[in-house]
């Protein structure tokens, strides 16, 4: 049974930093494509940042590009985001996604696999 776990998430001041990760469980992950959304209250939820498989290999939303950065270690089975200089407007519940693919999906409906998701909130 395949599990994520997200960790990390919390209240940080505009400007600030927040890294989170998620740990995979259940299969071997070397093969799937790890993707982080949000959704923010009131709002659907939307792609962050998606990883392939290797690991070599990544894809942003456009409005996120040089703040984000996302990695993976595909020894330990984890994902994680890196959040910079953090706005008002990245407040959100954070999900980590998985699906057995070998390119980079960008939609929610690519990906079979959820964590609980964890609540970053950033004040102004």
């Known amino acids: 049974q395949v599990q994520l776990v997200e960790s990390g998430g919390g209240l940080v001041q505009a400007g600030g930093s927040l890294r989170l990760s998620c740990a995979a469980s259940?299969?071997?992950?070397?093969?799937?494509?790890m993707g982080w959304f949000r959704q923010a209250p009131g709002k659907e939820r939307e792609l962050v940042a998606v990883?392939?498989?290797?690991?070599?290999?990544?894809y942003y939303a456009d409005s996120l590009k040089g703040r984000f950065t996302i990695s993976r270690d595909k020894d330990k089975n984890t994902v994680s985001l890196q959040m910079n200089n953090l706005r008002p407007v990245d407040t959100a519940v954070y999900y980590c996604?998985?699906?057995?693919?070998?390119?980079?999906?960008?939609?929610?409906?690519?990906?079979?696999?959820w964590g609980q998701g964890t609540q970053v909130t950033v004040s102004s």
């Open positions: 996604a998985a699906v057995f693919d070998h390119g980079l999906p960008h939609t929610e409906q690519d990906y079979d696999y």
């Open positions: 259940g299969d071997s992950f070397s093969n799937y494509a």
């Open positions: 990883i392939n498989w290797t690991g070599r290999s990544a």
